[in-house]
């Protein structure tokens, strides 16, 4: 919220003042998405900002012609909220979160800290059509990289524990953490599962490698939701959602914690570390 709420301020919105904002939270619960979403849509807002994947798809199933505005969607138009990127059409617009070489980027990375591994665990949720785009685009890159991949579903909280026994069990070198509504309400019991039994994690977000993650390699989250402000702000002017190109990301970031990959006795090859835009020691 701090970066939409920024976004608006640098457009000249504040809160209370000349524009008013109704949150709703699923608290990491995404069967109650469509209800939050229906909720919003009784209040005749002007505008529905939706961040991800979930709430976004909860809302466009809500309603047809309120605008919605998402944030850090994972494949827009294969998650069929869009059309196209270009002429989205209908009520939805805002910015994709992911192009078609992270996947790959991402393996690439872990295979290059850790060298022996050929064994990658994919931790996502089935309800969250982000998570089963992401499972996708990293299937594809696996085989290049001499990689087998073992996707582990979680549903919910009590589903943790069994996935990483799975990788204990199956002998797993590396994880990747899908981003979303689920992983991160609790990231600290995730990043912890990861920590206990020594197992080097990628994730795609920079909260668990704050919480202690090996590493992080996405868009910049907090850029993407303040850019959000920038759609509110023409819609209220009177464009069209439908008639607004959605915006691609023109860079990601890759972020690495030293001091877990010392506690894991992983040494950082230096041509790594000279690709991160930064290093928590």
Do not use: C
């Amino acid at each position: 919220m701090d970066a939409f709420q920024r976004g608006l301020r640098e457009l000249g919105y504040i809160e209370g003042q000349n524009i008013a904002i109704d949150y709703r939270y699923a608290r990491g619960q995404v069967e109650r998405l469509p209800e939050l979403a229906a909720e919003l849509v009784r209040l005749h807002p002007d505008v529905i900002v939706a961040p991800y994947t979930p709430p976004a798809l909860a809302a466009k199933r809500a309603t047809a012609t309120i605008p919605i505005v998402f944030a850090v969607v994972a494949d827009a138009v294969g998650a069929g909220l869009i059309a196209s990127l270009g002429r989205p059409g209908g009520n939805i617009t805002g910015l994709t979160s992911t192009g078609a070489e992270l996947g790959g980027k991402r393996l690439d990375l872990l295979k290059q800290v850790i060298s022996r591994a050929s064994r990658v665990a994919v931790l996502y949720n089935p309800a969250d059509q982000s998570n089963v785009l992401v499972l996708k685009q990293l299937e594809e890159s696996a085989p290049n990289l001499g990689l087998t991949l073992q996707p582990l579903a979680i549903r919910a909280p009590g589903d943790f524990e069994g996935a990483f026994s799975a990788m204990t069990r199956e002998r797993t070198h590396a994880m990747f953490g899908a981003p979303g509504v689920l992983t991160e309400k609790h990231k600290e019991v995730l990043v912890g599962l990861a920590a206990k039994r020594r197992l080097p994690t990628m994730w795609g977000h920079r909260q668990f490698v704050d919480a202690g993650g090996l590493m992080f390699y996405a868009v910049n989250f907090y850029d993407q939701i303040r850019q959000t402000a920038v759609y509110v702000d023409k819609i209220l002017k009177g464009a069209k959602p439908g008639d607004l190109p959605v915006e691609q990301p023109t860079r990601y970031e890759l972020v690495i914690n030293l001091k877990t990959a010392k506690a894991l006795g992983l040494t950082v090859p230096p041509s790594v570390l000279l690709q991160a835009d930064q290093v928590i020691e």
